[in-house]
Structures are given as C-alpha cells and as structure tokens.
C-alpha cells in the first residue's frame, strides 16, 4: 500500500500563526511594527471575530507593513512575505500550499487551535505559533500539536491587554518563548536567519520559558 506524505510548501520558510482576540488588535500592530519585510516566511491572522462582522482588519494592518495584507479566501496560494487574515465566521486550514476555508464556522473561538493544528500537520517543524491577548483558552490545543511537530511556540508576556489566552498556554508546559510582542518578533527573525541554508537541530533547539504572574487589573 501506498503512503502518501503531507505536501508542504517548499517555498516558504514557515508559517506563523498569530492568534489573538480581545485587544489583539494593538498586538498584531506593533509585531507587524517590527517585523522585517523578507522573513521567507507567510503570516497568518487568527482573530476572534463575530460571525457577522466585516472585518476592516486587512486594511487597518496593511497601514503597519510593506507586505501584503490580504484575506484568506478558499484554495488561495500560500506565499512568503505576505500576511494573511482569517474571514469572519470562518474555520481556516491549509492543504498543501493553499488555504482551505469552511463556513459557517463549525465552534466558537477555536478558530486558532483548528489552525494551530492544521500548520503542525502539514508544515512540521516549519510551524510557528503565537498567542497574544485575548480571553478564554484558544490556541492552547494547538500549541500543544505544533511542539509535538517540532515546530516553535510564543506567547505575549504580561504586556498583553488581556492576558487570558497567553496565559492558559503557558500553563500547558509547550510554549517555547513568552515576551513582549517587538521581542517575539526580533526572536522569530533571528530563528528564521540561524535556519537559512542549515537544517534545524531538534535536540539543541533552544527552550526558553519565562512564567509571568496574570495582571492585576481585572479581565471581567
């Protein structure tokens, strides 16, 4: 019997999820901020957004990079150097290069776990998650799939304006590096160079975990 093997694209260095819901927006500003236009690698937006909305994020972050900001659409091809945004009231995975969208969204606020674990499945150890602030626990799940891949986990420090899902993610024991989101972005850069033309080595991977206390201001 035939095996076929996940088909993952070549071209790109890897995928980087960022996950985020309440005050993710200042969040996914300032890491745009601060990342370099030429990282190989292809962004992706996972926020919480409400089934009805029409989301203005693809043009509020378009304002905050030189790359392309664009939403995801059905069996559209994945590049580097490009961001891309959930649509709302969607459930977003990729399949081989492209990106595969189901609507209606099947639950609520797992929209970044669902695609936290469809990167790990198909891009491995090129699979990169981020959690930055937002309610509840989505995304937890899915870093856990992503460093059983091999792949690199972040979580935004106690900068994040609520730190709810960053929180329940270092909980989980998988999150590889927890600061504020322009470190989170000189870290990612520097993992993306340390990588070029060499292939990673899982055991000397470097684990960085720093626990933080949740704030003290109050999430209700």
Request: aromatic share 6%; glycine share 8%.
């Amino acid at each position: 019997m035939q095996v076929m093997k996940v088909q993952r694209p070549n071209f790109i260095v890897g995928i980087g999820g960022i996950g985020g819901s309440a005050g993710g927006l200042n969040a996914y500003k300032d890491l745009l901020n601060t990342l370099p236009l030429n990282t190989g690698m292809a962004f992706v937006i996972i926020a919480h957004l409400m089934p009805s909305a029409s989301s203005q994020l693809v043009q509020i972050l378009s304002r905050h990079t030189k790359m392309v900001v664009t939403l995801a659409t059905e069996a559209m091809p994945i590049q580097a150097n490009h961001v891309y945004v959930i649509p709302p009231n969607a459930d977003l995975y990729i399949e081989k290069d492209t990106f595969k969208v189901v609507t209606p969204r099947t639950l609520r606020n797992k929209q970044v776990d669902l695609f936290f674990i469809s990167i790990s499945e198909v891009m491995g150890a090129r699979a990169i998650g981020i959690i930055v602030s937002g309610y509840d626990g989505d995304g937890s799940e899915g870093c856990k799939h992503i460093k059983a891949k091999g792949g690199i986990t972040f979580a935004q420090d106690r900068s994040a304006e609520v730190n709810h899902m960053p929180l329940n993610a270092v909980a989980t024991g998988c999150i590889d590096f927890v600061l504020p989101v322009e470190k989170i972005s000189y870290e990612l850069t520097k993992l993306v160079r340390g990588a070029s033309g060499k292939k990673k080595k899982t055991k000397s991977k470097p684990k960085i975990i720093k626990t933080f206390s949740p704030a003290t201001r109050s999430d209700n």
